[in-house]
């Protein structure tokens, strides 16, 4: 595990900021695991990186339909967007076929912890949301992958 970096991100635009530096970053086989409570800001910050490596329409919160996927291109790089919430058991993770998505791709993860987590991947970047006065701050931890390439 990295150091944790710390980012303080005060509105909206600094959200997409980070999601832009992060999808500078991102290679395929990477995990950004998005950790925090309801209205955190996780899948603002998915449809930041999202939207940075290429995407142009409208990202759909993958609340329901637990995967999205995107395809590179227009993306730089296939993307698997989760949001495990709903499910009720990490053996889940199975019966959803999620090693068959991440295939080739990178994901990103909203509610990590109800999929088993995935921070003993050396390719996952762990980001925690948390509300601070003014919008958000995040905390970075990187598996070893990361080193040198921490946003
Ligand atoms: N940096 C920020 N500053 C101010 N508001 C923000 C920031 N990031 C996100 N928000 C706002 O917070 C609200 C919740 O964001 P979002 O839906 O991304 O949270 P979430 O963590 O995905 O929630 P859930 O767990 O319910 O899926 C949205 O209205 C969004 O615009
Ligand atoms: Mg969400």
């Known amino acids: 595990m990295s150091e944790a970096a710390r980012h303080e991100l005060p509105d909206l635009a600094a959200m997409a900021a ?3 530096r992060l999808a500078e970053r991102l290679k395929v086989g990477d995990v950004i695991a998005l950790e925090g409570g309801l209205g ?9 990186i999202i939207a940075a490596l290429g995407y142009t329409s409208e990202v759909p919160s993958p609340t329901f339909t637990i995967i999205e996927t995107y395809d590179a291109p227009p993306v730089r790089l296939p993307i698997v967007h989760a949001d495990f919430y709903r499910l009720n ?3 889940e993770v199975e019966e959803i076929g999620l090693d068959d998505y991440r295939e080739g791709a990178a994901m990103i993860a909203e509610w990590p912890d109800h999929a088993g987590g995935f921070s003993h991947e050396a390719a996952c970047l762990s980001i925690l949301l948390e509300t601070a006065k003014t919008g958000r701050i995040a905390i970075a931890r990187g598996g070893g992958d990361w080193l040198g390439r921490m946003p």
Do not use: Q, V, W
């Open 89 to 91: 058991d990490p053996a």
């Open 18 to 20: 980070f999601g832009a």
């Open 40 to 48: 955190a800001g996780k899948t603002t910050l998915a449809r930041g």
